[in-house]
Nanobody, 118 residues
Framework: VQLQASGGGLVQAGGSLRLSCAASRHSFSMYSMGWFRQAPGKEREFVAAITWSGGSTYYADNVKGRCTISSDNAKNTVYLRMNSLKPEDTAVYYC????????????WGQGTQVTVSS
């Protein structure tokens, strides 16, 4: 499975972005998709996840209420809408695909940079 993340950029604090992750393989072969991020000097952290079949969603506490993850099964694409962005949201955002569950991911995309200016 190849994953292509896009949609990052430079945005002012309080602004919004929508990230996209296109998967090369049909969605039914994967159980879930997730978004992670890694800021400079920090470990990669979980942001959000969604199951392909039922659309169950999961969010990290520090983005809950500001981010929405969604999927378009017909396009094998997952989106992450981020609102009310803060400078601490600055990071490289990665999408990932899991064959089972939402905790362990088997395939990773290349990342897209999100920079939030204050």
């Amino acid at each position: 499975v190849q994953l292509q993340a896009s949609g990052g950029g430079l945005v002012q604090a309080g602004g919004s972005l929508r990230l996209s992750c296109a998967a090369s393989r049909h969605s039914f072969s994967m159980y879930s998709m997730g978004w992670f991020r890694q800021a400079p000097g920090k470990e990669r952290e979980f942001v959000a996840a969604i199951t392909w079949s039922g659309g169950s969603t999961y969010y990290a506490d520090n983005v809950k209420g500001r981010c929405t993850i969604s999927s378009d099964n017909a396009k094998n694409t997952v989106y992450l809408r981020m609102n009310s962005l803060k400078p601490e949201d600055t990071a490289v955002y990665y999408c990932a695909a899991a064959k089972v569950g939402v905790a362990k991911y088997d395939y990773w995309g290349q990342g897209t940079q999100v920079t939030v200016s204050s």
